[in-house]
């Protein structure tokens, strides 16, 4: 999962809409948007403050938190072993 798509899944959970957000950190809903679309290059800087807006921290929005977090599609994802090898190759 992306940056962008995490920040739509907190933002989402936590019932808050595009132009909540926006108005929090004092940027457009459509700025909101096209930075959750990944339009718009995510700094660490602006991740903090939506951190911070979430009551989280930027590790909630940068790191995988799950097994196809990664970005993978389902057969990638599908061909990872537990040791983190693809295919199960060493």
């Known amino acids: 999962m992306k940056p962008g798509d995490r920040i739509r899944k907190i ?3 936590r ?3 595009l132009a909540e957000l926006g108005r929090i950190l004092g940027k457009s809903r459509q700025y909101m948007s096209e930075l ?5 290059r995510l700094t660490y800087d602006m991740a903090l403050k939506i951190a911070r807006a979430f009551g989280t921290t930027p590790d909630e ?3 995988p ?3 196809n977090d990664a970005g993978l599609d389902d057969a ?3 061909a990872l072993d537990p040791t983190g090898t693809e295919g199960g190759v060493r």
């Open 11 to 13: 933002r989402t959970e």
């Open 15 to 17: 019932g808050m809409t």
């Open 36 to 40: 959750e679309r990944g339009n718009i």
């Open 61 to 63: 929005i940068f790191l």
């Open 65 to 67: 938190t799950g097994s």
């Open 76 to 78: 990638q994802a599908a």
